[in-house]
């Protein structure tokens, strides 16, 4: 098939880690007051054609006056009103030239990370859906979606992309909590601790947290030393355990 002008657009694969916080009001041993946290990605519903009523990834065309970084951050701001990221960066290129009907177009994504607890307000089109359980996916974008996912999960092995994802400060249950989402399995909080503090990659900040129903010795508050992204051990790989 041949083909005229070639278009180009940027997506962004937005996550955040949601349910790490109970509903204060609810009664204990529910549901809402146990959230299990998940990774959650940012996704919008197409009311037109093609692909009417199917999710997709935020973005759109590159302008001729801006280059890829300062177009995503802008469409996400226009687009669903999503200014503060922790992190973002450039992950790939999709250019199967039938990738979406019509005019080729070539797509770059992004990768986005939301801290939690922070609650962006979204048009009503726009949703958080965890990850495994994702709605019909417009195009190729549910593969974009995997292929992030992917470079997550190898990036919380050997850098210190948790950041992105964690409160300023935090205790080690809810960095756990965290990883275990942003991995897919769950997380011994001992080794996590142990294994990110000897890298350097989380500071105690000297506080403690307020003891929870239960009492107890308050829990040590945590920081990440850095809120800017650096590999700190290059052959490091966080497996599941078994």
Not at 73 to 102: C, N, W, Y
Not at 154 to 162: D, E, P, R, V
């Amino acid at each position: 098939m041949l083909y005229g002008s070639t278009g180009h657009e940027v997506l962004a694969v937005v996550f955040q880690v949601r349910g790490l916080e109970a509903d204060p009001d609810a009664a204990p041993g529910t549901a809402a007051d146990t959230p299990k946290p998940q990774l959650n990605v940012l996704l919008w519903e197409r009311a037109r054609e093609p692909e009417r009523g199917a999710w997709a990834l935020p973005g759109g065309r590159l302008r001729d006056d801006e280059d890829l970084t300062s177009s995503v951050r802008r469409q996400l701001a226009e687009k669903v009103d999503l200014r503060e990221l922790a992190h973002l960066e450039q992950l790939a290129v999709f250019s199967d030239p039938d990738r979406v009907p019509g005019a080729r177009m070539i797509a770059t994504t992004f990768l986005g990370l939301v801290p939690s607890p922070a609650t962006p307000e979204l048009p009503p089109d726009t949703r958080w859906h965890p990850v495994n359980a994702l709605p019909p996916m417009a195009f190729d974008h549910g593969p974009m979606v995997a292929h992030a996912r992917t470079r997550l999960v190898a990036k919380m092995s050997y850098t210190n992309i948790g950041f992105g994802l964690a409160p300023r400060e935090f205790v080690v249950s809810t960095l756990r909590d965290i990883y275990g989402a942003a991995l897919g399995y769950q997380v011994d909080a001992t080794n996590l601790q142990r294994v990110l503090a000897r890298r350097g990659v989380i500071t105690r900040t000297g506080g403690t947290a307020q003891s929870g129903r239960s009492g107890g010795r308050p829990a040590a508050v945590y920081r990440f030393t850095d809120s800017q992204l650096r590999i700190t051990d290059e052959f490091a790989a966080l497996r599941p355990p078994g």
